[in-house]
């Protein structure tokens, strides 16, 4: 390709819009770094605390197996030192500001990442007229917005499309694919877990096994886990 043919006009403007994204990419990054320094000034182990962001795009019985594993493995090696009243000496309780902040929060996710996949609006299991379903709607629709904008003006999906991004093994999530701030969403939010309506519990799908032949791959092909 002749680089030379794009006119100085179109060098300029896509230097510009280049530019202009890059300062939010920056000044996202910036408060990213915030949150993780404010973290460590209160006592948050911030590496445990990513692990567990990365882990949680992940089926929980996933996720349980390789903690269970690596838990195992390290006693072999230190003769039994970790015990299991030591792991689990620890309760889950939180203020009901803190539960009901959490239930709007996983709406949102689940709204924005409905959005960018393309689920058909119709497809939010919150019940209608709550703060939930509000939220979702409200998240769904930036989704949306973010999509459009990331695959740039005068492209559009294709009809009918509900592409699903891969799912990362708990290997990458765990070690961290990509570093922090290349994150692979997970699949579409609207069977990513259990969501009553109607007092009903509606059961997510299951999540789409891989064929034989492409385990053997994944197993011959993955890297050691330091």
């Known amino acids: 390709m002749d680089h030379a043919l794009a006119s100085n006009d179109v060098v ?22 915030n949150i993780v320094k404010r973290a460590k000034a209160d006592g948050i182990n911030v590496k445990a605390l990513t692990d567990a962001h990365r882990a949680l795009k992940l089926d929980p019985g996933e996720v349980s197996a390789h903690l269970r594993e690596f838990i195992r493995i390290v006693n072999l090696r230190n003769g039994g030192a970790i015990e299991r009243d030591e792991l689990f000496d620890w309760d889950t309780d939180v203020a009901p ?29 919150y019940d209608p007229g709550s703060e939930q379903h509000a939220a979702w709607l409200r998240e769904h629709q930036k989704g949306q917005a973010a999509i459009a904008r990331e695959m740039g003006p005068g492209v559009e999906r294709a009809p009918g499309g509900r592409s699903r991004p891969r799912q990362l093994d708990i290997e990458d999530a765990i070690e961290g694919e990509g570093g922090e701030g290349d994150e692979i969403p997970p699949p579409s939010p609207t069977y990513a877990g259990r969501k009553k309506r109607a007092g009903k519990t509606v059961k997510p799908k299951a999540p789409k096994q891989r064929t034989a032949a492409a385990r053997a791959r994944h197993v011959s092909t993955a890297a050691p886990m330091n």
């Open 12 to 33: 300029l403007d896509y230097l510009r819009q280049y530019s202009i994204q890059k300062r939010e990419c920056e000044s996202a990054q910036g408060v990213l770094r």
């Open 97 to 125: 500001a803190t539960r009901h902040a959490d239930d709007i929060w996983d709406a949102e996710n689940a709204g924005y990442i409905a959005g960018r996949n393309g689920v058909d609006i119709r497809e939010c299991l």
